[in-house]
């Protein structure tokens, strides 16, 4: 049976939705039209609710839509696409929102919460704001309704309740049996069943979600000519706006850094460059929003940046789903056909609030005073400005493929491609404004809470900025002295350094000052504390990343190579065979084997212990497990794990003696092929960052490839040599006792004690068996994954006095890891904390007052 | 002229500045012939280059050397471009994982001498998951298709 019902539901609730935001657009645009008192009060109470019956639909929609994935309906499409039966609760909510459509319906939640919170603390900029916020439901509530129109035949949007055999009617499957049910979905991304994946999305949509709200103060302010009222009610949202969009991206920066392999928390990625540039603008418009107050040359500036940060979030949202970056992005949704109705969706809002802005300007009112260099303004705004630059260089370059298909589509050539070195090429720029942003913040911060002028220039300049000259050149030493990073010899580096360190000394001392007055007054120094701490964070833990597995034993490299460009040939990587142990750094490292998780226990264990089902979530365990003296599985226990996952047991040992592991990940993902995972050991002064850049076994498929058997005759002391090992065959002795067999008095076992040297004389022993059992003849295959060895007891020759062997060899277990060191990265996570306590003040600020001037009926 | 008129100047000149250097610096994509042509003309710039690893007639590599017993730093492959020219191409790092099974590459580097010296490769991977090919559990009894 197919559950077809609970689709229904969702699909005609979806139609309802939509039909409702177009309802509540008109009620609200009627409201603000019409002139009779009692009229427009008729008008708004019909437009809310039909705003509250959008919202209860939303809601219902996405209760038939997650019933269908936590069910695992996986007749639905979307089910069998983004869930499966291995997940556990938790990330089935991931499911949700891993698709285009779920996400978009994350989107258009939060925007129903906020809808109903502004509906319920305005007062007169219900109606104006709710006709942006209707409109807004409205398009992206088309993005997922899913409706042919008939007479046109044009698809309106993708819907989340198509069933699988509408999506993929050719199947075979489906003409003999139409009611076929597929009995497990593809799951989600493993990659993303991680635990900041259940927060990091719904936070960023949030943070998109949420830039609407000074949008659609602006529109509202230019549309009902309050054109400086609406600053107030906007200004404690856009902060809200940028912390949670800010924190949201983080999240997705220290989710990288812990999970993909690319070396760090920022990949200058398209979409992650997208989301970003967004915050830096609505940065920028906060801060004019705050010039504003005392100056009105701000104000149309503020609305351009308010305007300009909710189009490029519309931008955005184009380049992620409309598949333009092709495979520039790992990010990017497949594309659902959407180009067209996303374009649609920019370009209205672009052009109505373009259209908007130009018709009202002449009547925004304007300060043509000329800006004096001793204003508090005037540097505050410089710092808007830097940040629109900053923005601006990642947008120009971001959008390179977007260049190339308007080219195409003009019918030219256009073959750009994106820097091949993207961190350089953006740092090349964003190094100045980050200098830029830095010392504007301290500038700016002075001039706004003392009275600089001429003659005070040194006392509150001067002195802070020699404070952190002396500040500056003692970081340096300390950070040479200890080894940290060679910070003297890069003049730019020093330079950001020392705006940091002044903007830290100047906030620091503007912080001392206000938090003796009134604490309540200083989010603006903490945030900007933040910002400088996370610049300092950055600039040491990436300029200065250090590769520590550098090889220096001189095994594993190519003569030739060894000494080629100046000793400079990469010699990045290490190898390490399992077991034997290598100098990295400070650290002793062993490679102890592959291990796996056994969900809902901590720890990792030997995948050797196991009997892994293939293509299942299942595991065998083959002997006894225990894990810290508790018992995890007897044998022929079935445990629940994810076979997709190998984690390498790599050992530390410090000079100290003390010892740990560390557990990279290699992960074979069947939507992105092989997933790296780094694994970290975190301190204060710096982190290592490991992972296994190279696994034969595991890239063959997880077979080993054996070569041709050898027979070896071997006399009892002889020595030949295997896989680049030394092996004796010491002894060959009766035995009594057979593992699984029993032996009677007139079977007869032997086994031969081989003993194999490797490199630092280490020994392995091999015992292969050679065991009569009344007629039968037993010569198990031994095994040695250290050294590579398959052997096989295969002949006696009681004549000679020699035993015959059967040998085959393969590529030892090992795997080439490389570790890099970043130095001080823990600045920058509490830069961040940092920065979210400063944003968090100022909005408590900020909206005080805004509730004051509501209350005394004036917003 | 006033002030604010000086400093939106700047603005602007800065934001051409920002402008030009994205068309001048951005990559291209390109084949090998131009690389080396560019070696010839001193130009040290790297290129991107887009290409197939090159097989036999039953889908075997040819040419491509990684052995981390040796040296887990230097990898050796031959490559086609969309020219249809092959090149011997070094790349100091260890194999990219599914470097095999990618339907393209995407290479970026110079050439230096007789060979292409990437600092860079990106794979293009066919995924498992393409439209029309679809592994439903239990569907039949015929064999996984991927």
Avoid at chain 1, 177 to 199: C, H, K, S, T
Wanted: charged share 20%; proline share 3%.
């Amino acid at each position: 049976m197919l559950h077809t019902t609970i689709g229904n539901i969702g699909h005609l609730s979806l139609i309802v939705s939509f039909v409702t935001s177009l309802l509540a657009t008109y009620g609200y645009y009627k409201s603000i039209k019409i002139t009779d008192l009692q009229e427009v009060e008729s008008w708004k109470k019909f437009a809310r609710y039909a705003f509250y019956t959008h919202g209860l639909v939303i809601v219902g929609v996405i209760a038939c839509l997650f019933t269908i994935i936590y069910n695992q309906y996986f007749e639905y499409h979307y089910a069998w696409t983004h869930s499966s039966k291995q997940l556990p609760v938790y990330y089935i909510i991931s499911c949700f929102w891993e698709g285009q459509e779920g996400s978009f319906l994350l989107w258009i939640f939060w925007n129903v919460i906020l809808g109903v919170i502004l509906i319920k603390t305005n007062k007169t900029w219900e109606a104006p704001l709710m006709v942006v916020f209707a409109s807004v439901q409205a398009f992206l509530c088309s993005m997922i309704i899913g409706v042919v129109i008939p007479w046109v035949n044009i698809k309106i949007g993708s819907s989340p309740f198509l069933l699988m055999r509408e999506v993929m009617p050719d199947i075979p499957i489906f003409a003999s049996n139409p009611d076929f049910v597929a009995e497990d979905g593809r799951g989600l991304n493993p990659l993303l069943q991680n635990y900041w994946m259940v927060i990091h999305p719904p936070t960023l949509f949030l943070g998109f979600a949420t830039t609407l709200i000074p949008f659609a103060y602006a529109l509202a302010g230019l549309w009902t000519k309050q054109y400086k009222e609406w600053i107030r009610p906007a200004l404690p949202w856009a902060l809200v706006s940028a912390l949670i969009l800010g924190v949201g991206i983080i999240m997705g920066g220290y989710w990288a850094y812990e999970t993909l392999n690319f070396g760090g928390y920022w990949n200058w990625d398209p979409v992650e460059n997208a989301s970003f540039v967004p915050w830096l603008t609505l940065v920028a418009a906060i801060h004019c929003m705050i010039i504003y107050k005392n100056n009105e040359t701000a104000l149309r500036t503020s609305y351009i940046l308010v305007i300009v940060t909710f189009v490029l979030v519309l931008y955005s949202t184009f380049l992620n789903r409309s598949g333009i970056l092709g495979d520039a992005s790992v990010h990017s949704f497949t594309d659902l056909g959407l180009s067209g109705q996303l374009l649609l969706y920019l370009f209205f809002f672009l052009i109505a609030a373009v259209a908007l802005l130009i018709y009202r300007w002449k009547n925004i009112p304007t300060d043509d005073k000329e800006v004096s260099t001793y204003s508090r303004e005037f540097w505050v705004f410089m710092g808007a400005t830097t940040l629109c630059l900053s923005a601006f260089q990642i947008i120009a370059v971001t959008s390179l493929p977007v260049y190339n298909t308007i080219v195409q589509n003009l019918g030219f050539v256009s073959k750009l491609a994106p820097p091949a070195d993207a961190a350089t090429y953006y740092s090349k720029f964003q190094l100045w404004f980050g200098v830029g942003i830095a010392i504007f913040s301290g500038v700016g911060q002075t001039f706004w809470w003392k009275k600089v002028k001429q003659e005070t220039l040194s006392k509150y300049l001067l002195t802070p900025a020699l404070i952190a000259l002396v500040a500056t050149a003692l970081i340096v030493l300390l950070s040479v002295k200890t080894n940290i990073a060679e910070i003297y010899n890069n003049f730019f580096y020093i330079l950001l350094l020392f705006a940091c360190v002044f903007s830290v000394v100047t906030n620091g001392s503007i912080l001392g000052n206000i938090i003796r007055g009134n604490y309540k007054l200083s989010g603006g120094a903490v945030t900007h504390i933040g910002i400088a701490m996370m610049l300092i964070g950055i600039l040491y833990s990436s300029g200065y990343t250090k590769v520590v597995s550098m090889n220096m034993t001189g095994f594993g490299m190519r003569g030739e190579d060894f000494t080629k460009n100046g000793n400079k040939e990469n010699k990045e990587n290490l190898m390490l065979l399992l077991g034997q142990s290598q100098q990295m750094k400070d650290y002793m490292l062993t490679y102890k084997g592959k291990r796996l998780e056994i969900r809902g226990v901590k720890g990792y264990f030997n995948r050797k212990d196991f009997d892994i089902i293939e293509n299942d979530f299942h595991a065998v365990a083959l002997k006894d497990i225990e894990n810290e003296g508790k018992k995890i599985a007897s044998v022929g226990d079935t445990v629940i794990t994810q076979s997709e996952n190998t984690y390498y047991e790599i050992e530390f040992r410090d000079p100290a003696g003390k010892v740990f592991s560390l557990y990279p990940r290699w992960q074979n993902n069947a939507k992105m092929g092989t997933a790296v995972s780094p694994d970290l050991v975190r301190a204060m002064r710096s982190d290592i960052y490991t992972y296994v850049s190279y696994d034969p076994i595991t890239a063959a498929g997880g077979e080993k490839e054996w070569g041709k058997t050898q027979m070896e005759t071997m006399a009892v002391g002889d020595t030949i040599f295997l896989n680049d090992f030394v092996a004796i065959l010491e002894n060959v002795a009766r035995i009594t006792d057979l593992k699984d067999t029993k032996l009677t008095e007139a079977d007869a076992a032997v086994q031969a004690q081989i003993k194999v040297i490797g490199k630092d004389f280490k020994t392995y022993e091999l015992n292969p068996i050679f065991a009569i059992k009344g007629a039968e003849i037993a010569t198990p295959v031994i095994e040695n994954d250290e050294t590579g060895i398959r052997i096989r007891f295969t002949n006696i020759d009681p004549k000679t006095g020699k035993f015959t062997f059967a040998v085959n060899t393969s590529q030892p277990d090992m795997i080439v890891l490389k570790a890099l060191e970043k130095p001080l990265i823990n600045v920058l996570w509490l830069g961040t904390l940092v920065l979210i306590i400063g944003f968090t003040m100022a909005i408590f600020r900020r909206y005080r007052e805004f509730k004051l001037m509501r209350d005394k009926g004036l917003a | 002229m006033k002030k604010t008129h000086i400093f939106g100047l700047i603005i602007i000149a800065i934001m051409v500045a920002i402008l030009v250097s994205t068309g001048t610096e951005a990559g291209t994509y390109s084949d090998f012939s131009v690389a080396e042509k560019m070696e010839k003309d001193g130009d040290a710039d790297a290129i991107h280059v887009i290409g197939k690893l090159k097989k036999d007639a039953s889908g075997q590599i040819l040419g491509m050397q990684y052995d981390p017993v040796i040296d887990a730093n230097h990898l050796e492959f031959l490559l086609i471009d969309e020219k249809g020219r092959e090149q011997k191409v070094v790349y100091n790092q260890p194999k990219p994982q599914d470097m095999e099974h990618a339907e393209q590459l995407v290479i970026i580097g110079k050439m230096e001498g007789q060979v292409f010296k990437c600092q860079q490769v990106i794979t293009k991977c066919p995924s498992k998951y393409q439209d029309g090919k679809v592994d439903l559990q239990g569907a039949d009894k015929a064999p996984k298709t991927i």
